[in-house]
């Protein structure tokens, strides 16, 4: 925890010295690229992890068919061109996708990569038993999947579908399995749930492959001598693995990491403060929000009774100094917002900011019957004081924002418990009691995709959907605050379908108003994606594409000084 200030140089020497003990050597003339991750990866299987450390690592060795560039433009990867209705790849209706591989293409092992692999892993997505974390959308979507020959197979839709990006490419579809390595495990178990590949896989499409996981210190990639793209130039990637960010950056300071991902908005100056290195900032469509479980008592963990209160959490968003927090921790990078498009083409300039408000927050508090009855400062109504448990990860940034709000918030008196989880345990499977999805908290803050190359935006269609709310019967489920509004559903389906680009935004700026009245969730900023790396490393500008599944699109053009 972050209070424990006096704890963290210690903390810092010690990381340093594991980290230069596990540093391994390396061949004359090999070139490694040296990575830091503050979160290690739960699972290498894309559909089974919300964590964008696990995308990242998964995105080296399993290729997409196209990812998008810095310029949010499409890149082909494994085709030859993006599907699109003037070369014949998209129905003039949008109802089906004829998408066709490049020739010649092989996994890791050697085996031809085909249509057949598309067409078994959007089995496996209509597969309700494989409990897949990702993807529930394009399960929604699909009405066929059909094999046409060994490199074109073709998608048809229940409505219409104009984002392929969210069905066919980065980053709608999360990963391409290798049929001839989980279908028998289907076959045999009925799932692939638990097949050893998720956490230990041996085949691969992407650049590199997995050379060697040490759990707990890091991963070795080596390049993938069958990769259907142009050979990397670095033959080696390690990322290593830090238990803290204080930790990582010191190792970056040190000259010791060649590139850092998911720098923070608010370490942003720290880190220009380090002599040779340089940031680099994408668009992500990251926001940074307060998510509240308003779960009722028909599903598991639900959340506090007053947060079903929309005048309690309209009071909460009133009781926050967004901007504060923006000028205290963040040294004023970013700015508050109450619209989950903020910084895309599709935000509403109309929506406005709320601002803070202690006399409307307590208010509101007042008139839902939360008051301090017994003079003890908090809140309580019926015997239940007005006490939420506020959830996050142990990242020190987010835990420092915590400790701000737990203050704004005891000024109009909300209590607030704090509590910091492991990224593994904070975004972890239902399976696997993960925090979030079995609904272990009142507030939980984190940052989720919002919009990147189209108003179909992921947060509203599935974070947000009456049909994703976890349960026993849908543990795949991704709406784990159990907000349902059938208006919201309806839009969301609009900017999915719809056809007309004025439809579509309109129903957008719906959702932008449904989501400011009702609350479920508080915004706190928009982020971009940022990245550090050792100037004097790179023979060249490394170029980073948009959005948590592009990052190394680019990666086989990467070059390192010699």
Not at 239 to 250: E, L
Request: proline share 6%; glycine share 8%; hydrophobic share 40%.
């Amino acid at each position: 925890m972050t209070n424990l200030r006096r704890v963290v140089g210690v903390a810092v020497i010690v990381a340093l010295t594991l980290m230069l003990a596990i540093i391994p050597t390396s061949a004359q003339g090999e070139s490694v690229l040296t990575v830091g991750f503050a979160q290690e990866p739960d699972s290498m299987n894309g559909f089974y992890s919300s964590m964008a450390f696990a995308q990242w690592a998964n995105d080296l060795v399993q290729a997409s068919l196209w990812d998008i560039d810095e310029n949010l433009q499409a890149v082909p990867v494994l085709v030859d061109e993006i599907p699109s209705v003037e070369n014949g790849g998209i129905s003039e209706d949008y109802m089906s996708y004829t998408i066709k591989l490049k020739e010649g293409l092989t996994w890791s092992d050697g085996t031809p990569y085909t249509a057949a692999d598309l067409v078994f892993t959007y089995q496996m997505l209509e597969e309700s038993g494989n409990n897949f974390l990702q993807g529930n959308a394009i399960t929604e979507a699909v009405e066929s999947i059909e094999q046409i020959d060994d490199l074109t197979f073709r998608l048809t839709f229940n409505s219409p579908k104009p984002f392929p990006e969210d069905i066919a490419g980065s980053p709608g579809l999360s990963t391409i399995l290798p049929a001839h390595i989980f279908q028998p495990v289907f076959e045999a178990e009925g799932s692939i749930e638990f097949a050893a590949e998720n956490q230990d896989p041996t085949v691969f499409s992407g650049p590199y492959v997995l050379a060697e996981w040490r759990r707990g210190e890091q991963m070795t990639f080596d390049v993938n001598p069958n990769y259907g793209g142009p050979a990397p130039s670095i033959s080696r990637v390690i990322i290593r693995f830090f238990p803290d960010t204080d930790s990582q950056y010191a190792a970056l300071q040190a000259g010791q990491l060649d590139f850092v991902p998911n720098i923070s908005e608010g370490d942003k100056p720290r880190v220009g403060t380090f002599e040779g290195v340089s940031q680099a900032t994408v668009f992500g469509g990251y926001i940074e929000s307060l998510w509240l479980n308003v779960r009722t008592e028909e599903h598991p963990r639900a959340g506090h009774p007053a947060l079903q209160d929309v005048r309690v959490r309209q009071a909460i968003r009133f009781a926050l100094d967004r901007q504060a927090i923006s000028d205290q921790l963040l040294a004023g990078t970013v700015s508050p917002t109450d619209s989950i498009y903020a910084a895309s083409p599709f935000e509403d300039p109309n929506l406005g900011v709320t601002a803070t408000d202690l006399d409307a927050a307590n208010a509101l508090l007042d008139e839902a019957g939360w008051v301090d009855s017994n003079g003890d400062g908090t809140r309580d109504k019926d015997g239940v004081e007005l006490v939420l448990r506020y959830s996050t990860t142990t990242a020190g940034w987010r835990n420092n924002i915590q400790a701000v709000i737990q203050q704004q918030l005891a000024a109009v008196g909300v209590g607030t418990v704090l509590e910091a989880y492991p990224a593994s345990e904070f975004f972890g499977a239902w399976a696997n009691s993960g925090i979030n999805a079995v609904g272990e908290y009142d507030i939980a803050q984190y940052a989720n995709n919002t919009a990147l190359t189209n108003p179909a935006n992921v947060t509203v269609y599935e974070a947000l959907n009456c049909e994703q709310i976890p349960s026993e019967a849908n543990p795949g489920g991704q709406n784990f605050t159990g907000f349902c509004s059938e208006e919201m559903d309806a839009a969301a389906q609009m900017t999915l379908t719809s056809l007309d680009a004025e439809e579509r935004l309109a129903a957008a700026n719906t959702i932008q108003a449904i989501m400011k009245e009702n609350a479920p969730l508080i915004n706190l900023f928009p982020r971009g994606d940022n990245y550090a790396y050792l100037t004097a490393r790179f023979a060249e500008t490394p170029r980073i594409g948009s959005g948590v599944g592009n990052t190394w699109f680019d990666i086989s053009n990467w070059k390192l000084a010699s």
